[in-house]
């Protein structure tokens, strides 16, 4: 009876463990069309979240810094909603050339970040400066998969 008891106590912990082991992992197949819907989505997202946080600018040193690490994770989660993407085997480079722009530029922004919170403002600076000039690089690899909010985008990375 008692090793009974045993197996009926593991039985919800192993379902659990099974919904567990099916979950996310995979990557969606999309065609070139639907990677440009759905990028362009999740670029219209970010986009309405940057203006969202940027809408009142920063006081202080502390404040950039908040408000920077908020635009650094609404531009990771793009990235990831993005690279969660799986295109035809054409369009793959590119968009691992586009997606290494944005993750290039997102680690100018934590530059920025550390910047602001070690209230330096020209390393602050320069950081925002170095986003910028590689903002046209990233709209031109944007434009070259078909994207069209994420090339036309000033607003986000």
């Given amino acids: 009876m008692f090793r009974d008891r ?16 099916g979950c996310g ?38 404040e950039a810094a908040d408000q920077t690490k908020a635009l650094v994770q609404v531009a990771e989660a793009t990235s990831s909603a993005i690279d969660d993407l799986e295109p035809p085997d054409a369009l793959r480079t590119p968009l691992d050339a586009y997606l290494g722009s944005r993750g ?4 100018q922004m934590k530059k920025g970040q550390d910047a602001a919170e ?18 046209p690089q990233r709209r031109k690899l944007a434009r070259s998969l078909g994207f069209k909010v994420c090339s036309a985008s000033a607003k986000a990375v």
């Fill in 6 to 21: 045993r197996f009926l106590t593991l039985i919800p912990a192993l379902a659990i463990l099974s919904l567990g082991a």
């Fill in 25 to 62: 992992g995979g990557k969606q197949q999309v065609t070139g069309a639907q990677l440009g819907q759905k990028a362009d989505q999740a670029c219209r997202t970010e986009r309405a979240k940057f203006t969202q946080i940027q809408a009142t600018p920063p006081a202080n040193a502390t």
């Fill in 104 to 107: 290039r530029a997102i680690d």
């Fill in 118 to 135: 070690n209230q330096n403002s020209q390393a602050y600076g320069d950081a925002q400066a170095a986003v910028v000039r590689s903002t």
